[in-house]
């Protein structure tokens, strides 16, 4: 097996991105604490969470993605350990520097969650 | 165009960090970061198995709608994140998928998940999830 090191991979022009093949990564990531004073446990390309009441949430990125139709997954539950039903996330909003994130219990009335993970995908700017 | 042939990419200062280049040209990032750790696509109805996975050892039937996933290489801790959705089984559809992290037995070796349908946990037909985060 051949190993290449090296700190910085790009392209051979010296500037552009380097092509994955078959392959993208994710360009931003974040587990967090919808509760209280939400903070996030981990993440990556985050530069803050904004918390806009109960169950709203704004997620922005350090690096901006290059426009607002990148992708975004989510998952997490409400309480922990798990005891409840909730319903999906409703994520809107979406700009290149950051989205919305709602959160429900198993009706039309937004609560908080004690996790809420996320996942971006998309081309950064 | 060039391009390298090669098994293996390490970095060089640091063997974890090898930076890449956004798309636009304007920021770097660190690969290893956007890389996903797991990720797994599951039947949970009778004898429980998965379709599809990556960095996956096991899954565990803990019950109704109760399963849990086993990594074959561990993350760092429980701070990582996952995403994902699940439903079908028998025309009817699972409303939400939720993840235990924290609570034992849910580990930087494995991970929880409950799919549940009209209030009570439901077995779902179909269940994929993503992870990412740090590996050990």
Partial sequence: MSTIKADTIVASDGSSP???TKQSAAKAWVNFNGTGTIAARDSYNLSSLTDSGTGLYIVNHTSSMSDSNYSAVSGGSRDDPESSRCHPQNLYTFASGSYKIATYNDGSTRVDWTIITQSVNGDLA | MSEIITDKITGKTSAGDV??????????????????KVWFHFNGTGTVSNRGTFNVSSLTDNGTGDYTESFTNNMSDQNYAGAG?????????????????????CLTSSLTMNSRYAGSTSDTERSAVQITGELA
């Fill in chain 1, 18 to 20: 380097v092509t994955l």
């Fill in chain 2, 19 to 36: 930076t890449i280049t956004s798309e636009g040209g304007a920021v770097t990032m660190q690969l290893q970061q956007g890389v996903a």
């Fill in chain 2, 85 to 105: 959705m699940s439903g079908g089984i028998s025309g009817s559809f699972t409303d939400s998928i939720s993840f235990d992290f924290i609570a034992s037995p």
